[in-house]
């Protein structure tokens, strides 16, 4: 890719990334970089078997993917307000920020990485005359963040090779920042024990199933050797495997023998409403109203439409600010304050067609918008003339300005019948 252009450092012949004397492995890189966990179930999670849970799933995608639906323009502060600019960086941001990637492809990538691993980083490059030309999406695992002599560094190490890039250079949207300002808190490690629970919960369903229902037992019985013991135990397994296999709904065992439940069936368990419970936890860690994660067991035709009011307002809002004003910072400096960009979030709040066109109404009548305005919003030609002037309602006069009607005059604009 282009950025490989930049000048990198000599290979690193070491055997791991802190600790030449630790060779590397998968499961000592994994650990090194902070991408899995085990928790009090005693489940490994990692972020891949993370997404394996169905909430989680649905949460990343969601948020991700509206993130990377929103329209994103680049704006210009003017006198008269603002006016949106047309050019190359908007192009990039817009439509397509490389030859490989397009701009939703980048974003939700983005925020995928933001809302699992913790972080979303992507490298800007620039020509020699200072200009933004590219925008490319970094591997995160692959990147270590550090401060040097007060200054944050962000080091790429891939493919044999080093590159140190300055913080101007890269747009970082974490999750949550730990206290040194550059490491960054994981969703999915910070709340591994909920995620190991939910994990757990499906592979005992799983198995559950499996063996055609039938919960965990133990045989009790007059065994004569440890083998006969054990002999017993997997006839009587294999038996329930392929009774559930032929749906067969009796199992015969022999004289003096019997089998109890081993642990909790899933009744007792409560399985269902855990798994109901996991559900809320994850849309406890994303923000997310439980409906935007297909539960809508308490949802009603009311609150539904309220929660999606709150995402609007208390998730995507959040998301929105941090990325504009990271972009803002990265891709036009501190010192600028007039070029910005800015995510239009008019289609999600747009609402049902009757609440929009009162909407619309009332911002007309008020001079609030023009009618050229509202029918730019619902993707209308321009009509020109006077639907691009402001409007107000006439008869909104101070009491006692209003004009007089005699009763034997008609009203003024109304011709005489003659």
């Known amino acids: 890719m282009a950025f490989w252009n930049r000048k990198a450092a000599e290979p690193e012949r070491r055997a791991s990334i802190e600790d030449p004397g630790v060779q590397i492995t998968a499961s000592t890189l994994v650990e090194m970089l902070g991408l899995s966990g085990e928790s009090a179930s005693g489940v490994i999670v990692d972020i891949d078997n993370a997404l394996g849970v169905p909430a989680i799933w649905a949460a990343v995608n969601f948020i991700s993917g509206t993130m990377a639906g929103l329209p994103l323009h680049v704006y210009q502060k003017t006198e008269g307000g603002r006016e949106r600019v ?3 960086l908007e192009n990039i941001l817009h439509d397509a920020v490389n030859d490989e990637c397009s701009s939703f492809e980048w974003r939700k990538y983005m925020f995928e990485r933001t809302l699992t691993g913790g972080r979303g980083l992507s490298f800007i490059e ?5 200009r933004i030309i590219n925008i490319w ?3 995160p695992a692959s990147v270590t963040v550090k ?3 007060g200054r944050r560094l962000y080091v790429l190490r891939e ?3 080093t590159i140190t890039y300055e913080a101007f250079e890269i747009i970082d949207i974490p999750f949550m920042l730990d206290a040194d300002m550059c490491a960054a808190h994981s969703p999915i490690l910070k709340n591994k024990d909920t995620i190991g629970l939910a994990i757990s919960a499906t592979t005992y369903g799983s198995r559950l199933f499996n063996n055609g229902g039938v919960p965990p037992f133990v045989m009790t019985g007059n065994f004569q050797s440890g083998a006969g013991l054990k002999r017993a135990s997997a006839d009587l397994e294999q038996a329930v495997k392929d009774g559930a296999k032929e749906r067969r709904l009796a199992l015969t065992l022999p004289a003096g023998h019997d089998i109890k439940p081993l642990g ?10 855990l798994k109901k419970f996991i559900i809320e936890e994850v849309a406890r ?3 997310l109203p439980p409906t935007f994660l297909q539960d809508l067991s308490n949802g009603t035709f009311s609150n539904t439409e309220q929660q999606d009011l709150h995402f609007v307002k208390h998730t995507i809002k959040r998301w929105t600010e941090q990325a504009e004003q990271e972009m803002n910072l990265k891709l036009f400096g501190r010192g600028n304050n007039k070029m910005y960009v800015e995510f239009n979030m008019d289609g999600l709040l747009r609402g049902d067609f009757v609440t929009r066109m009162t909407g619309y109404a009332t911002g007309i009548q008020n001079a609030l918008v023009t009618p050229d305005e509202v029918r730019a919003m619902e993707n209308r030609p321009a009509k020109g003339g006077a639907a691009d002037l402001l409007h107000i309602q006439g008869a909104t006069v101070p009491i006692g300005t209003q004009p007089a009607i005699t009763p034997d005059a008609p009203p003024a604009g109304e011709d005489d019948e003659t």
């Open 86 to 88: 047309k050019g190359p």
């Open 126 to 130: 620039r020509n020699v005359a200072g």
């Open 137 to 139: 999406p970094l591997n």
């Open 147 to 149: 401060r040097v002599n």
């Open 159 to 161: 493919r044999s090779r």
């Open 264 to 273: 909790l069936d899933p009744q007792k368990s409560q399985l269902l409403e």
């Open 285 to 287: 860690i994303y923000s």
